[in-house]
Every structure is written in C-alpha cells, then in structure tokens.
C-alpha cells in the first residue's frame, strides 16, 4: 500500500523537483527514495507512535499536538537523508522537504481518510512499531465494546 503511494509520489514530484528546484533525474529519484524511507522509519519504526495521533495527522481534522510531532519527527529525518542518502546540500534538502511534505501527507490522507482500518492496512507491512500500532486499535476498538 505505502509502495503504491510512494510509486504515485515519484510520478508527480521527481518531474517538480527537476524543474522546480533544478534537481537533476537522479537526484529527484534518490530524493523520493528518501521521503519513502523517511516514512516507513517514522511510521514503522520501534521509537514508538500513538495510533490516535497518526489517525488524526491522516484525517482532515485539524493536527493534535501528537500530530504535529509525527510530522516534526518526519521532518527531521526526512532532511538526514535527504542530505545522507539523496547527497543534497542542507539548503536543498530543506527546499525539497518543503515541498515533498505537504505532497506526502496529502497522498496518505487521501488514502486513510481518517479510517483506522486503512491506517492499519498501511502500516501493516512497515514492520517494528506497526504492531504496537495495531496492538493499540485492537485495545481501542476493544474498549469500545466493552473488552479490557
């Protein structure tokens, strides 16, 4: 699933990259590469994200604080490896952040739509903390009806 987002990712910004930001196609390649990784680090990863607040970043609602946390963290290593991995300055790497963030989580919004299920279908495959994730809707959804 998040392959498909990042496959619709690398169609519509490498071609903005190169001519917005003057990247040239291998770097706009590795840039979108990064983004990808970024993602499934920060989604995937054992440091550990609430489920409610990654339904909320994913949803039209207005950002919790949690939310917010989860994009400033993606931010972060967004900008490592982009600098790392795609071989940018840190000024380009902050112009291609800029612009590949809000694209990132408009194409994952439009996927979850604030739906738990799909956020789970989503994570399900990024491995590490998508079990913990999924370990926490369980405990939600089970709260919900009456399960301890």
Do not use: R, Y
């Not at 439009?110 to 738990?116: L, Q, S």
Request: proline share 1%; hydrophobic share 40%; aromatic share 2%.
């Amino acid at each position: 699933m998040l392959d498909q987002i990042i496959s619709k990712l690398q169609q519509e910004a490498a071609p903005a990259l190169m001519s917005k930001l003057g990247l040239d196609n291998a770097q706009a390649g590795k840039s979108v590469s990064a983004v990808g990784d970024s993602i499934k680090e920060v989604l995937g990863g054992k440091g550990g994200i609430n489920i409610q607040d990654a339904l909320n970043l994913f949803s039209s609602a207005k950002n919790s604080g949690g939310a917010d946390g989860i994009l400033d963290k993606l931010g972060t290593v967004m900008h490592g490896k982009l600098t790392g991995q795609a071989g940018l300055d840190a000024g380009k790497a902050q112009d291609v952040k800029a612009m590949l963030m809000p694209m990132v989580t408009d194409f994952i919004t439009k996927h979850v739509g604030g739906d738990m299920g799909k956020l789970q279908g989503l994570l399900g495959g990024l491995g590490g903390n998508a079990g913990n994730l999924a370990d926490q809707a369980k405990g939600l959804l089970g709260g919900l009806f009456g399960k301890k």
